[in-house]
């Protein structure tokens, strides 16, 4: 069961460049969101989304477009990429478990993005 | 403003005894709260959870304690273990956006052998 998997694990890039970050989940969860974690801090919610087709800015959006075309994936586009984007992000999914739901999220390994 | 809170950055204990981890929170319509555990290079995994209508919420080792009304709750591991040993994040979240929760900044436990 390969759960929530994220592409890739390390990346560098330069000022200016763009790049995709993946993430694919097989548990057929509703909700998908992207996280980043930088030193010391705990996770902020950068964008999320409530089913396919459906997205909304969390609280650090400035710098990322996502989308979600498939329940399975939800991509995270950095569309000119600098310094203070150098951080740990995390892919996660989730579902809607109606009255009995813990809004429990099941997190990828993460990818190291540095930006130089 | 940070809505969720933890307020120390590691904890130290010995083997077999208690740990106990603290987080407060601000929004009163948070009506989720979860501890994850998190080892370096892997992604937080979910360890026990707790719903704003309940006071206390046991699994094995690990139970978590809510009071609503000074907006704190605590995680306790009896008995600690090495294993044991990693960041735990507090996280809240409402009912009905199960994709969105807020995180504290975590806490680093170390047990010691």
């Known amino acids: 069961n390969a759960g929530v998997t994220q592409t890739p694990k390390f990346q560098v890039l330069k000022t200016g460049q763009s790049m995709t970050l993946q993430c694919a989940q097989d548990?057929?969860?509703?909700?998908m969101s992207w996280y980043r974690q930088d030193p010391g801090m705990g996770l902020r919610l950068i964008h999320y989304?409530?089913?396919?087709?459906?997205?909304d800015q969390g609280e650090v959006p400035n710098g990322y477009n996502v989308s979600r075309s498939t329940t399975e994936d939800f991509p995270l586009r950095l569309l000119s990429a600098a310094p203070s984007q150098t951080s740990v992000y995390f892919c996660?999914?989730?579902?809607?478990?109606?009255?009995?739901?813990?809004?429990?999220?099941?997190f990828g390994a993460g990818t190291r993005l540095s930006v130089l | 403003d940070q809505q969720v809170k933890q307020n120390s950055p590691s904890l130290s204990v010995q083997e077999g005894r208690i740990s106990i981890l603290n987080c407060d929170y601000t929004n009163s319509m948070f009506d989720y709260f979860l501890w994850y555990k998190k080892y370096p290079a892997e992604g937080p995994t979910f360890l026990i959870s707790?719903?704003?209508?309940?006071d206390k919420n046991e699994d094995g080792r690990f139970t978590v304690f809510l009071n609503k009304s000074a907006k704190h709750l605590s995680l306790h591991i009896v008995p600690s273990q090495p294993g044991d040993s990693a960041v735990y994040f507090c996280?809240?979240?409402?009912?009905?956006?199960?994709?969105?929760?807020?995180f504290g900044d975590g806490t680093t436990l170390t047990v010691k052998p």
């Open positions: 707790i719903s704003s209508i309940k």
């Open positions: 996280a809240a979240s409402g009912r009905t956006n199960a994709g969105k929760s807020t």
């Open positions: 996660a999914s989730s579902y809607h478990g109606g009255v009995l739901a813990k809004n429990i999220q099941y």
């Open positions: 548990m057929n969860h509703e909700y």
């Open positions: 989304s409530v089913g396919a087709g459906i997205t």
